[in-house]
C-alpha cells in the first residue's frame, strides 16, 4: 500500500471512532424535563447500551427487575427458641452485612500487602512479534533520480528479565506501609464488630424497654376498667355521680389509646432490633426479656482506672497509630526516591526473517521488550543504575506531602485520644445517672402502686374522689415507665461504657 493511501485509511478510521463517540448520547435521556423507559430484557433487566425510550407511558417509574425482588435472606432460627441477647449477636456476627464488608476490606489489604512484596521478586516477561515493515529511498545522481522500496517479513521471539537489585530501602519502606495497612483493615474489621455487638444491645435493651412499656400499659388498662366498674357500680347504688362514671369511662378510653400507642413503639423498638441484627424485618423471632435483670453497681469503677487501659485498647486508638506508621514508611519511601537505582536487565531473542525493530511494544501491565534487534538468535546482559538528576522539584514536594501526612496523622491520633477520653467519661456519668435513677425509679414504683391501691379503696368507700383515683392511676403508669427507662438505661450505658473502653468483645453479660 502507498503511504497517501496509508494515510487516508487511518484518517478515516479516526473520523468513525470520533462518530462512535458522539452517538453514544443516544443511551442518556432525550431531554431533561421528559421520562425515560429503558430498554428490557424479557425477564426486566435493563439492557445496557440500548437506547431508551423517551416520554414513555411509565412516567418517571422504572420497571421492575424480577432479580431484585427477593428480600434479605431468612437466616436459620428457631421458632421455638427464645433468643437473649447474646444469641442475637452472634446471629448479627454471620448475617450483618457491615462485619462481611470489614471482612473483605481486610482480606484486599492482605493481598495487596502480598502484591507488594512481589517487587523483590524479578520480572519476566515473554513477547512475541510478527509483522511487515516497508520503506523506500529517492536518490539523485547526476542530476537523475530515481526511487528504489523493499519491505521485510519475519517473526521475532523473545524472553526479558528486569532486576531491580537495589534502591535504598524503598521497597522495604513501601512494603512497611503496606503491611501496616493490613493492620489498619484488621483493626476495623474488629471495631466494625464491636459496633455491630453495640448497636444490637442498644436496640435489644430499647425493645426490652418498650415491651416493659407494653406490660405498663395493659396494666393501665385494667386498672382503668376496674376504676370504670368501681364508678358504675357507685353510680347503680345511688352514691355517685354521673359525671364519675363519665369520667371514669374517659379513663378507660384513654387508657386504650395508650396502649394502642405503647403497641406501636414496642412493634418499632423489635423492627430497630431486626434491623441492628441484619435480619428481615418481617422475621418472627422470640427474644429473651431482661426487665427484671437486677443491676449491679460493680461496674461503676473509677474512671481514671480504665483510661489508660482503654487508650491502649481501643480500635480507633490503635487504627491511628498504624496509620501514622504507615506515614512514616511513606516518607522513607520519598526519601529513597532521591537515590541511585542498581538493576539488572537480561533478553533472549530469536528472529525469524528479516525484520529490524529495536523493541517489541508493551501492552497493559507488560512492559516493553528492549534489545531484540540483531541475528536469527542472540541474548544480553546488562547491570546498571539510574540516578535522578531533575524532575523540576516533583520528588521534593511528594517528600514534603509525605512529611505533612506524617504531621496529619499524629495530630489524628492526638485527636482520637482527646474524643476518647471524653467519650468514657461521659459514658461513665451516664452510667452512674442510670444507676441512680433505676434506684429511685424503684421506690417511686413502689410509692406510685401503695398510693393508687389506698385511693381505689378510699373512693370505693366514699372517701375519694375519681379525679384522685385517676391521677393515682397516672402517677402509678408514669412511675412505671420511668423504671424501666431507667433499667435500659443503665444496661445501655454500661455496653456504651465498654465500647468506649474497646471491651465490648461479646455479649454485654
Known sequence: MRPPETAVLLLFCCLSASGCAVSALDMAPERPDRPWTP???????????????????????????????????????????????????????????T??????????????????????????????????????????????????????????GAVSMNWLLFDFGERVA?????????????????????????????????????????ASARQSLTNAETIQAAAEDRY??????????????????QAKLALVEATGRAQDAYL?????????????????????????????????????????????????YAAEKVSAAKVSAAEAEFMPKVFVNATGIYNEG????????????????LNVAG????????????????????????????????DAAAERLERIRQDAVRQIVLAQNALHTALQSYSASEALVAAAQKTFDSALNSYRSG?????????????????KNASADSHAAALSAAATLAFATGALGEAPK
Open 39 to 97: 430498554a428490557t430484557t424479557p425477564q426486566g433487566e435493563i439492557i445496557a447500551g440500548e437506547p431508551g425510550v423517551s416520554n414513555g407511558p411509565g412516567g418517571y417509574v422504572l420497571p421492575g427487575n424480577p432479580a431484585l425482588a427477593n428480600g434479605l435472606p431468612a437466616p436459620p432460627v428457631d421458632p421455638a427458641k427464645v433468643y437473649s441477647l447474646a444469641d442475637l449477636v452472634d446471629l448479627a456476627e454471620s448475617t450483618n452485612p
Open 99 to 156: 462485619t462481611r464488608i470489614a471482612w473483605d476490606d481486610a482480606k484486599k489489604a492482605a493481598l495487596a500487602a502480598g502484591i507488594v512484596q512481589s517487587l523483590y521478586m524479578p520480572q519476566i516477561t515473554a513477547a512475541g512479534l510478527t509483522g511487515w515493515q516497508s520503506g523506500g529511498v529517492r536518490s539523485t545522481v547526476t542530476g537523475l533520480g530515481s526511487t528504489s522500496s523493499g519491505s521485510l517479513t519475519g517473526n521475532i
Open 174 to 214: 513501601v512494603i512497611d506501609a503496606a503491611k501496616q495497612l493490613s493492620v489498619v483493615s484488621n483493626i476495623a474489621f474488629t471495631e466494625a464488630h464491636q459496633q455491630v455487638i453495640l448497636a444490637v444491645a442498644l436496640a435489644f435493651y430499647g425493645s426490652s424497654a418498650a415491651r416493659a412499656h407494653l
Open 236 to 253: 347503680k347504688q345511688g352514691v355517685g355521680t354521673v359525671t364519675e362514671a363519665a369520667q371514669a369511662r374517659q379513663g378507660t378510653a
Open 272 to 320: 430497630a432490633l431486626l434491623t441492628a441484627v441484619g435480619v428481615s424485618p418481617t422475621l418472627k423471632i422470640k427474644v429473651a426479656d431482661v426487665s427484671g435483670r437486677r443491676l449491679s453497681a460493680a461496674s461503676a469503677a473509677p474512671v481514671d482506672a480504665m483510661i489508660a487501659e482503654a487508650l491502649a485498647r481501643r480500635p480507633d486508638m490503635q487504627g491511628a
Open 354 to 369: 528479516n525484520l529490524n525493530v529495536a523493541t517489541i511494544p508493551g501492552t497493559g501491565n507488560v512492559p516493553a521488550t
Open 375 to 406: 541475528p536469527r538468535w542472540g541474548g544480553s546482559v546488562f547491570g546498571g543504575f539510574a540516578v535522578p538528576v531533575y524532575d523540576a522539584g516533583a520528588r521534593a514536594a511528594l517528600l514534603e506531602q509525605a512529611r505533612s501526612d506524617v
Open 463 to 479: 372517701e375519694a374522689s375519681v379525679t384522685d383515683l385517676h391521677l393515682a392511676q397516672t402517677n402509678l403508669l408514669q412511675a
